[in-house]
């Protein structure tokens, strides 16, 4: 595991998540499929299609708060002390429409900050949407799955954007 982690910060620090001509393959791991295709042995997998990671999102605060797993623990005690009127909501967009007057953000923070997170203002002005965005997802997913979570989700995950694109364009 320590392996996979140092892997991941390695990459991390070659840029590997947000430029594409940063990723190397050693040209005697490349191989060709029956159609013609490039492939590269060695255990990692290169997309057709490359989207880069978005840094600008990203704070200490939103990664202190995704380390402990906060986001999904403060969504599974919210859904859980509200599962009745969650569950009487026929279709996403109902549930979405409520979420958005609950002032989840705000009591994620406070949530964040009785489990040893300070609220970091900095942070979430960078982060917030991101963080909000989450949270309502997650609790779309508790009570609609992924028909609840994707809807969602979908509007900062740029590359869940990029494949509905392909997908739509193919």
Known sequence: QDEYYSDIHSRYENREFMEKDSI???DSLKYFTTNGRVVYGGGGIMPDVFVPVDTTIGSAYLSSVSRKGLEYLFCF???DSNRKQLSSFKTTTELIDFLSGQNLLNRFVKFAE????????????????????????????????????????????????????IIENN
Do not use: C, M
Request: glycine share 6%; charged share 25%.
């Open 24 to 26: 190397h393959f050693p």
């Open 77 to 79: 005690e919210y859904t």
């Open 114 to 165: 009785e489990n040893g997170v300070k609220k970091d203002a900095n942070g979430l002005a960078i982060s917030g949407k991101v963080i909000h965005t989450q949270i309502v997802a997650l609790i779309a997913r508790n009570v609609f799955d992924n028909d609840g979570f994707y809807p969602v989700i979908k509007e900062i995950d740029e590359t869940l954007q990029e494949a509905i694109k």
